[in-house]
T-cell receptor
Framework: AQSVAQPEDQVNVAEGNPLTVKCTYS??????LFWYVQYPNRGLQFLLK??????LVKGSYGFEAEFNKSQTSFHLKKPSALVSDSALYFC???????????????FGKGTKLSVKP | NAGVMQNPRHLVRRRGQEARLRCSPM?????VYWYRQLPEEGLKFMVY????????ESGMPKERFSAEFPKEGPSILRIQQVVRGDSAAYFC?????????????FGPGTRLTVL
């Protein structure tokens, strides 16, 4: 079965320091991986995705993510955190090889990022 | 270019009433997905629709819940005889095609409170 794990409920970082939000996945075929950010009482905003090719994917607001097939991970990173990055971050996966509908995303439970000044 | 629109943003219903949630996809998108977010949890898939067709409703409860995406107008998620456990944020997303590589773009959500 497809699944996504975000092992940390919360990540605390000082402004200006690098940040990492972890994500691991389990699929039967090739994964399509996505990161979204959710600000309080708002919808999800797309940050970046990995489909194929270069393992390092660059996205919006200076975020990037590294796809690691052997570790089945897709960690989100940013070299220098901003207070305004504080939000809820969701990792999601779609399974290319899944026999059923390819429509839906499978989401992790989310990681709350708190960046302190 | 307008994004995905949902209304109402907030909906309060008493137990036993009906809730209707509307979603207008992004311009040019004909694929709509509904997700539910319970407090302190991630999003759970409910249903996937194309115009006039339900493609996958495997995540939607069999009782009381229904969805449609007519040829004209928004997609509707309908919850009959609501119960307190239906209180959640309901998000709609859209994509241009059914390709697995497509990004799903989300609306602002409808927050349903059942009293």
């Amino acid at each position: 079965a497809q699944s996504v794990a975000q092992p940390e409920d919360q990540v605390n970082v000082a402004e200006g320091n690098p940040l990492t939000v972890k994500c691991t996945y389990s699929v039967s075929g090739n994964p399509y991986l996505f990161w979204y950010v959710q600000y309080p009482n708002r919808g999800l905003q797309f940050l970046l995705k990995y489909i194929t090719g270069d393992n390092l994917v660059k996205g919006s607001y200076g975020f990037e993510a590294e796809f690691n097939k052997s570790q089945t991970s897709f960690h989100l990173k940013k070299p220098s955190a901003l207070v305004s990055d504080s939000a809820l971050y969701f990792c999601a996966v779609r399974d290319e090889g899944y026999g059923g509908s390819q429509g839906n995303l499978i989401f992790g439970k989310g990681t709350k990022l708190s960046v302190k000044p | 270019n307008a994004g995905v629109m949902q209304n109402p943003r907030h909906l309060v219903r008493r137990r036993g009433q009906e809730a209707r949630l509307r979603c207008s996809p992004m311009k040019g998108h004909s694929h709509v997905y509904w997700y539910r977010q319970l407090p302190e949890e991630g999003l759970k898939f409910m249903v996937y629709l194309q115009k006039e067709n339900i493609i996958d409703e495997s995540g939607m409860p069999k009782e009381r819940f229904s969805a449609e995406f007519p040829k004209e107008g928004p997609s509707i998620l309908r919850i009959q005889q609501v119960v307190r456990g239906d209180s959640a944020a309901y998000f709609c997303a859209s994509s241009p095609t059914s390709a697995g590589t497509d990004t799903q773009y989300f609306g602002p959500g409808t927050r349903l409170t059942v009293l």
